[in-house]
């Protein structure tokens, strides 16, 4: 069975507060788009675990999609593991658009479909959550207002259909840990859910993304490919999640002419 995990993007950012377990409380949109990676799983006699595409440092029994099958297996005995799995990875690590959590939470889904274990949504969100903070997002990957350490979802009206993205990954690697260290948990004074009600071409002074200040001026080149993008006519454009992807929001597709040929772009519809 093949599936195609995808990127997301956040519309805004607000980090609330940080919490005794260590983590941080936050608010955020979370957008699916389509930049995908490919991942297919077929049952076998024994397992192997393959990957393409964009070198995955670390060690294999690290990536997400094994910790996920180390789920399934725990919560059915089910022998997920006697399958092949490849993933061809597409989708920049470290930019700030969940690329591996979608990877693991497709893996959740994907194995549940394959070995047929009626799993129900809620379900595979309990495990998803086990992955990562934002993995259980991926799960229905429909556009939600996300809170508390960005694993709970309410819905949200907000509706970009027609709309046209451009992705901008300048290939800088900001781990979370380097993306907090700078940042002073506030609770915004609009209110995230009242703010991305508003339209669009009020966002640029009420959407913000808390990671932003901080990481711009360590990395020059988020600042300018934000600058950039709204020259090109973007009617909105920021950093996604904790970077360094910065992405633009277009009411059509705009003529760039390969504006940032340095850097790993992606475009499409929303």
């Known amino acids: 069975m093949l599936t195609f995990p995808n990127a997301k993007i956040n519309i805004g950012l607000n980090i609330v507060e940080r919490r005794s377990d260590g983590f941080h409380n936050i608010e955020s949109v979370f957008y699916p788009i389509q930049w995908r990676d490919g991942l297919e799983m077929v049952k076998a006699d ?3 675990f393959r990957t393409t595409g964009l070198p995955i440092s670390g060690k ?3 990536n997400l999609i094994i910790k996920a099958l180390e789920l399934i297996k725990a919560k059915t005995d089910v022998a997920v593991f006697k399958s092949i799995v490849h993933l061809h990875k ?3 690590m470290g930019a700030g658009m969940g690329g591996g959590s979608a990877d693991g939470a497709f893996a959740l889904t994907l194995a549940n479909d394959l070995f047929e274990l009626k799993l129900s949504k809620e379900d595979l969100q309990e495990l998803a959550r086990k992955l990562g903070s934002d993995c259980a997002f991926f799960i229905e990957n429909k556009p939600a207002f996300c809170y508390d350490k960005g694993d709970q979802f309410m819905e949200t009206t907000l509706d970009l259909s027609g709309k046209y993205i451009v992705v901008v990954n300048p290939n800088i690697h900001i781990s979370t840990a380097e993306a907090y260290a700078d940042v002073q948990p506030r609770k915004w004074e609009t209110g995230m859910k009242r703010a991305i009600l508003r339209p669009m071409e009020e966002w ?3 959407v913000k993304n808390d990671f932003e200040n901080s990481l711009s001026g360590k990395y020059p080149a988020i600042p ?4 950039d993008l709204y020259e090109m006519g973007a009617t909105y454009a920021s ?3 904790s970077g360094s992807t910065v992405y ?3 009411d059509k597709k705009p003529d760039f002419q390969n504006s940032f040929p340095e850097f790993t772009v992606w475009e499409g519809g929303l």
């Open 46 to 48: 024994s397992f192997d």
């Open 60 to 62: 294999p029994e690290s």
């Open 90 to 92: 597409v989708i920049p």
């Open 204 to 206: 640029k002074d009420l």
């Open 224 to 227: 300018k490919i934000k600058n």
């Open 239 to 241: 950093m996604t999640g």
């Open 248 to 250: 633009g929001i277009f």
